[in-house]
Nanobody, 127 residues
Framework: QVQLVESGGGSVQDGGSLRLSCAASGRTFSSYGMGWFRQAPGKAPGKEREFVAAIRRNAGITYYADSVKGRFTISRDNAKNTVYLQMNSLRPEDTAVYYC????????????????WGQGTQVTVSS
């Protein structure tokens, strides 16, 4: 089992940058594929969270949603049990609660591929 805690959210202006971190408990972090998802304000309860990015266990292969490709970068430091999401050129439509998630199977762009979730961190981008 792994516990995830996100940090680094906040408020920035259009075009700004933030780096989110997700710290994982446990000694087997390197065995988990990791993903970032987000949920925009006003989303109906039960609506699926939007895939943002994912990184495989070996950190060599990453995946991105088209909406963030070229602006966001996912990375991980297995020695620190942490996964990061560097977000540049932020836009108002990036405003959301961002969640990190862990899977013992293959990473995928869907919520149901991930067993463990953090509580989320708010990102607000103003125009």
């Amino acid at each position: 089992q792994v516990q995830l805690v996100e940090s680094g959210g906040g408020s920035v202006q259009d075009g700004g940058s933030l780096r989110l971190s997700c710290a994982a408990s446990g000694r087997t972090f390197s065995s988990y594929g990791m993903g970032w998802f987000r949920q925009a304000p006003g989303k109906a309860p039960g609506k699926e969270r939007e895939f943002v990015a994912a990184i495989r266990r070996n950190a060599g292969i990453t995946y991105y949603a088209d909406s963030v490709k070229g602006r966001f970068t996912i990375s991980r430091d297995n020695a620190k049990n942490t996964v990061y999401l560097q977000m540049n050129s932020l836009r108002p439509e990036d405003t959301a609660v961002y969640y990190c998630a862990a899977t013992v199977t293959a990473v995928a762009p869907t919520e149901n591929a991930y067993r463990y979730w953090g509580q989320g961190t708010q990102v607000t981008v103003s125009s």
